[in-house]
């Protein structure tokens, strides 16, 4: 049983250019989100794809952007980058109807230059 | 005050002593409580849920205080391989979202 996979690994970007993370949930989710993870921190919550519809957004401005695909994979992109959103970009998945427990991808690790 | 606190540690223990940490949590309205464990630079990994007072998974046991918000996570016996970080989650009525806490980093030493 696949868990949550999510690429690239590691990426490099130049401020204020755009960058697309990718995630595929673990067998039988069908609900992702997204979360923003600097070090030392918890994961912040960026917003919630389900029934390929934003159902719930964190405190992230418009430059980040989501889309959720027929399949329940998801895409995270974030325009106009800047130093700060520098961190580690967590997807998780959970239960069909969006239960509680979330079920971490290995996360994507963004270096903006 | 943060919706959800935590002692960032770290706690340094000796391997075979017993650990506690709290996480505090502001809202009233809280009704899911979950401990992940986070080793450097990987992702969290789902440890236990709390749903009501409590529970236990070998040598670990969650409990939950109401009153006094907060949940605690009790590590017996702890072992160098229980070194990383313990964050503290918690999802309040009608959100599907959990709000995490910073973590408490756990160092054991042999």
């Known amino acids: 049983d696949a868990g949550v996979t999510q690429s690239p690994t590691h990426l490099i970007k130049t401020r204020g250019q755009q960058v697309t993370l990718r995630c595929s949930p673990k067998?039988?989710?069908?609900?992702v989100s997204w979360y923003q993870q600097a070090l030392g921190q918890g994961p912040q919550f960026i917003f919630q794809?389900?029934?390929?519809?934003?159902?719930q957004r964190g405190n992230f401005p418009d430059r980040f952007s989501g889309h959720q695909f027929p399949n329940y994979s998801s895409e995270l992109n974030v325009n106009a980058l800047l130093l700060g959103d520098s961190a580690l970009y967590l997807c998780?998945?959970?239960?069909?109807?969006?239960?509680?427990?979330?079920?971490f991808g290995p996360g994507t690790r963004l270096t903006v230059t | 005050r943060k919706e959800v606190e935590q002692d960032p540690g770290p706690f340094n223990v000796p391997e075979g002593a017993t650990v506690a940490f709290n996480c505090t949590y502001s809202?009233?309205?809280?009704?899911?409580f979950f401990w992940y464990r986070q080793d450097c630079r990987k992702e969290p990994k789902l440890l236990m849920s709390?749903?009501?007072s409590g529970n236990e998974d070998g040598r670990f046991t969650a409990q939950l205080n109401k009153a006094s918000q907060y949940v605690s996570l009790l590590i017996r016996d702890s072992q160098p391989s229980d070194s990383a970080t313990y964050l503290c989650?918690?999802?309040?009525?009608?959100?599907?979202?959990?709000?995490f806490g910073r973590g408490t980093s756990l160092i054991v030493h042999p």
């Open positions: 794809y389900y029934e390929e519809e934003e159902r």
């Open positions: 989650a918690v999802n309040t009525r009608g959100s599907y979202i959990p709000t």
């Open positions: 809202n009233s309205a809280s009704q899911s």
């Open positions: 067998s039988g989710h069908d609900t």
């Open positions: 709390v749903y009501s």
């Open positions: 998780a998945s959970s239960f069909p109807a969006g239960g509680y427990e979330q079920y």
